[in-house]
């Protein structure tokens, strides 16, 4: 729907920022968790920003031309799962310089103690057990991301709240030094049920798991997903309940099935009704494939436009930068830098 056609009443005041990074294609848990729910906010806030966040990225290593690839596919997934250019502002993070340098400036804000208790820092440093300059000031970046734009609303998942705080902790710390210009942005929590392994449902789904059964990705074609979702991990208990804590492998499939149908957990377990396990998983297979299918098809057109997505890019680098521009301005001007 136009704008124009949406109620007024309908249409929250506010803007809405929020950012992908440039894995690729989606998986079946990005395109729950987060890409569903943008596709709704843009619909429902009247100033809405999405940018593949590039400059995050490289907080791990990254080839430059599987980049490159990545970003434009990043673009195509998202256009393809109905994100608008038109209601929508959809950027590269990387093509709008004033993110690194209000994040420099907020940087100058922060302290070391404060980023060291940030989950993400926590999480990845232990992996390597030392992680970059990049990885431990990503949270800063973020927060940057999201002021510049003024930004009073930002989807996130839970793992995500403490990185908004610091943002909303930043904006009041640059406000009682310089003087009143960012809101403090506030979360909209998502409500979906994270999507699950379908090899260990103790972890998330995740694009860099090694084992490739353990991930659906929105361009997965038919043969693979009924692949995948037969072999998912169950128990031996043949009956279809939704227990996320004693039957967390059966009850992720329970997840994707309601939320691919778009029905509640109680109609998904009452469709199961009568059925085993494994005739189960045919249920849910044909509710993922015909949920996927469109937008499969969708991005395989939009990749072989390279040009097409390209430009949607450029227009909204432009766009992002006419609001950016501004606000960096009289942040220096406040600063002292000017």
Same mark, same amino acid.
Request: with cysteine; charged share 20%.
């Given at each position: 729907?136009?704008?124009?056609?949406?109620?007024?009443?309908?249409? #929250?005041?506010?803007?809405?920022? @929020?950012?992908?990074?440039?894995?690729?294609?989606?998986?079946?848990?990005?395109?729950l968790g987060a890409l569903e729910n943008w596709v709704a906010?843009?619909?429902?806030?009247?100033?809405?920003?999405?940018?593949?966040?590039?400059?995050? @990225?490289?907080?791990?290593?990254?080839?430059?031309?599987?980049?490159?690839?990545?970003?434009?596919? %990043?673009?195509?997934?998202?256009?393809?799962?109905?994100?608008?250019?038109?209601?929508?502002?959809?950027?590269?993070?990387?093509?709008?310089?004033?993110?690194?340098?209000?994040?420099?400036?907020?940087?100058?804000?922060?302290? %070391?103690?404060?980023?060291?208790?940030?989950?993400?820092?926590? /999480?990845? @440093?232990?992996?390597?057990?030392?992680?970059?300059?990049?990885?431990?000031?990503?949270?800063?970046?973020? +927060?940057?991301?999201?002021?510049?734009?003024?930004? #009073?609303?930002?989807?996130?998942?839970?793992?995500?709240?403490?990185?908004?705080?610091?943002?909303?902790?930043?904006?009041?710390?640059?406000?009682?030094?310089?003087?009143?210009?960012?809101?403090?942005?506030?979360?909209?929590?998502?409500?979906?049920? $994270?999507? $699950?392994?379908?090899?260990?449902?103790?972890?998330? %789904?995740? $694009?860099?798991?090694?084992?490739? /059964?353990?991930?659906?990705?929105?361009?997965?074609?038919?043969?693979?997903?009924?692949l995948k979702i037969r072999r998912a991990v169950t128990d031996?208990?043949?009956?279809?309940?939704?227990?996320?804590?004693?039957?967390?492998?059966?009850?992720?499939?329970?997840?994707?099935?309601?939320? /691919?149908?778009?029905?509640?957990?109680?109609?998904?377990?009452?469709?199961?009704?009568?059925?085993?396990?494994?005739?189960?998983? $045919?249920?849910?297979?044909? +509710?993922?494939?015909?949920?996927?299918?469109?937008?499969?098809?969708?991005?395989?057109? *939009?990749?072989?436009?390279?040009?097409? *997505?390209?430009?949607?890019?450029?227009?909204?680098?432009?766009?992002?930068?006419?609001?950016?521009?501004?606000?960096?301005?009289?942040?220096?001007?406040?600063?002292?830098?000017?």
């Amino acid at each position: 729907p136009d704008k124009d056609t949406i109620p007024h009443h309908l249409l #929250t005041c506010g803007r809405v920022f @929020s950012g992908i990074q440039p894995t690729g294609v989606p998986h079946l848990g990005n395109y729950l968790g987060a890409l569903e729910n943008w596709v709704a906010l843009q619909n429902r806030y009247p100033s809405v920003l999405y940018s593949i966040v590039d400059l995050h @990225s490289i907080t791990q290593p990254q080839d430059p031309t599987q980049l490159r690839t990545n970003i434009l596919d %990043m673009a195509a997934s998202l256009l393809a799962c109905g994100v608008d250019p038109e209601r929508a502002i959809l950027f590269q993070q990387s093509k709008v310089s004033e993110h690194a340098e209000l994040s420099w400036i907020l940087g100058c804000l922060t302290s %070391m103690p404060r980023l060291r208790h940030l989950p993400q820092w926590k /999480m990845k @440093s232990k992996l390597k057990n030392e992680g970059s300059v990049g990885l431990y000031t990503y949270p800063v970046l973020q +927060a940057a991301d999201i002021l510049l734009y003024k930004a #009073t609303h930002v989807p996130v998942g839970e793992d995500q709240v403490q990185h908004l705080e610091l943002a909303q902790d930043l904006a009041r710390i640059f406000n009682n030094n310089y003087g009143d210009l960012f809101p403090e942005p506030s979360a909209l929590l998502s409500s979906t049920r $994270k999507v $699950k392994s379908l090899r260990d449902p103790s972890a998330k %789904m995740s $694009k860099s798991d090694p084992q490739t /059964m353990a991930t659906i990705t929105v361009t997965d074609p038919p043969d693979d997903i009924a692949l995948k979702i037969r072999r998912a991990v169950t128990d031996f208990t043949s009956e279809v309940t939704f227990d996320p804590e004693t039957r967390p492998g059966v009850s992720n499939l329970v997840t994707i099935h309601a939320a /691919m149908a778009t029905i509640s957990v109680e109609e998904a377990v009452s469709q199961a009704g009568g059925l085993d396990t494994g005739a189960y998983k $045919k249920l849910v297979t044909e +509710a993922v494939i015909q949920r996927l299918t469109p937008i499969r098809e969708e991005i395989e057109r *939009l990749r072989s436009e390279r040009a097409h *997505l390209e430009a949607v890019l450029a227009r909204g680098n432009g766009r992002a930068r006419e609001l950016a521009a501004p606000v960096l301005g009289e942040v220096r001007q406040r600063v002292g830098f000017c």
